[in-house]
């Protein structure tokens, strides 16, 4: 498949809307629960899951509007790649320029990726964000 130059704001809206709902029913679960242990451990296996669900929303999305500076959407780039093909610690990408002090969860080359929920909550607001700055279909009138 050819690279994705720009998504419509209805592609956005509806994959933002399902990452909200996914979250949703997590909290949902999470209150209902008796045994914090379990919700503690099951918290960063969904976390990092939803991760690559952020990223499968625009698998096509063309690596020059993307660009290299460290930005949200770069993050989650090297999340998924480091969560499928790393054991999930994070691997430096010398195209990406990713600095733990001012990306959005703050990890640094090798370390564990263990995504909580506020983590997650921020990555994907972040996320979505950049995507509209950068991909968001013109509207033609």
Do not use: W
Request: some cysteine.
């Amino acid at each position: 498949m050819l690279c994705v130059n720009t998504y419509s704001q209805d592609h956005i809206d509806r994959c933002r809307a399902r990452v909200t709902s996914s979250v949703e029913a997590y909290r949902a679960m999470a209150a209902a629960a008796t045994d914090d242990a379990a919700i503690a451990a099951f918290e960063p296996v969904f976390f990092n899951s939803l991760v690559l669900a952020l990223d499968t929303c625009f698998t096509h999305r063309s690596r020059t509007i993307e660009g290299k500076d460290g930005n949200p959407v770069n993050e989650v780039r090297l999340l998924c790649a480091s969560l499928t093909q790393h054991d999930g610690l994070l691997v430096a990408d010398k195209a990406i320029r990713l600095r733990p002090e001012t990306s959005v969860l703050g990890y640094a080359p090798g370390d564990e990726i263990a995504v909580s929920e506020a983590g997650f909550v921020r990555l994907a607001e972040a996320y979505f964000d950049e995507m509209e700055s950068r991909f968001l279909e013109p509207v033609v009138v």
